[in-house]
């Protein structure tokens, strides 16, 4: 469950739409959300992402199924990408821990031929988008962190 709850990317709040009507809401998410930051000439530059997730439990793992689609606004106003991945969840063999599995992919894509996308426009598009999923990695690890310690003080008796 707490895996799952992080995979909500609660960070991210702008412009942040949660869709309902979803068929077995406990298990699949979907919503939208913008990225901003500004480029080295002080322009202003976003993104939205649009995300669609599936929680699956089995016997002895849990599996996450994640598509994405995300498109630049402003400034990088013509460049796409589609993503999708899976990330696995089981115990360790050892018996202490978990062991996490993930791969995703990234398909870069443009509205218009890519010619008509600068090339300094590319490079900025790709370098905030790397950087908004490593702020995503980051603010879970930080919950794991934070989750992991919240049990382990459940434990103790002050």
């Not at 895996?3 to 309902?20: F, G, P």
């Not at 077995?24 to 919503?31: C, G, I, S, V």
């Not at 013509?78 to 993930?102: A, N």
Request: charged residues 25%; contains cysteine.
């Amino acid at each position: 469950e707490s895996m799952w709850m992080l995979a909500h990317l609660l960070n991210r709040q702008d412009d942040r739409e949660k869709y309902s009507g979803i068929q077995d809401p406990e298990n699949t998410l979907a919503m939208k959300f913008r990225v901003t930051d500004r480029l080295p000439n002080a322009e202003l530059a976003s993104l939205t992402q649009r995300v669609v997730s599936r929680r699956h439990k089995e016997d002895n793992r849990m599996v996450f199924v994640c598509k994405s689609f995300l498109a630049g606004e402003g400034s990088c106003r013509g460049m796409q990408t589609d993503e999708y991945g899976w990330t696995i969840l089981r115990p360790s063999e050892k018996g202490i821990g978990t062991i996490m599995e993930c791969c995703m992919r990234q398909v870069p894509l443009h509205l218009n031929n890519a010619s008509a996308v600068p090339k300094n426009v590319a490079t900025y598009y790709n370098e905030l988008l790397q950087t908004m999923h490593q702020e995503n990695i980051q603010e879970a690890a930080n919950g794991a962190e934070t989750l992991l310690l919240d049990d382990v003080l459940t434990d103790i008796n002050v």
